[in-house]
């Protein structure tokens, strides 16, 4: 069973950062990928980055690219989102999750993801 548990959310200001952290809360389990969603009040869950976990290839939402980095920790089966400079409209719920083993890695759609956390809150002040 997969299940993973995020960390490291928080208020900042806008042009801050942070780095949000999604770790494997028990068993170890094989994965293709594993991806960033955000939903922000009254909006639907939207895609915000995947990693390839076998060589690290990324992919990101256009509204994020050149901003956010995505980064993989094979040791300890942790997946980072650095987030820099933030936007007010970053602010949401920021959950990870894993693709669903033979979807494709890349793949943005939420229902061909499982594992889902619990989130963690993101706040950008203006």
């Known amino acids: 069973q997969v299940q993973l548990v995020e960390s490291g959310g928080g208020l900042v200001p806008a042009g801050g950062s942070l780095r949000l952290s999604c770790a494997d809360s028990g068993r170890t389990f094989s994965r293709d990928a594993l991806g960033w969603f955000r939903q922000a009040p009254g909006k639907e869950r939207e895609f915000v980055a995947v990693?390839?976990?076998?060589?690290?290839?990324?992919y990101y939402a256009d509204s994020v690219k050149g901003r956010f980095t995505i980064s993989r920790d094979i040791a300890t089966n942790t997946v980072y989102l650095q987030m820099n400079p933030l936007k007010p409209e970053d602010t949401a719920v920021y959950y990870c999750?894993?693709?669903?083993?033979?979807?494709?890695?890349?793949?943005?759609?939420?229902?061909?993801?499982?594992?889902w956390g619990q989130g963690t809150q993101v706040t950008v002040s203006s």
């Open positions: 990693i390839s976990w076998s060589d690290g290839s990324a």
């Open positions: 999750a894993a693709v669903i083993p033979g979807r494709r890695w890349s793949t943005t759609r939420d229902y061909e993801y499982h594992g």
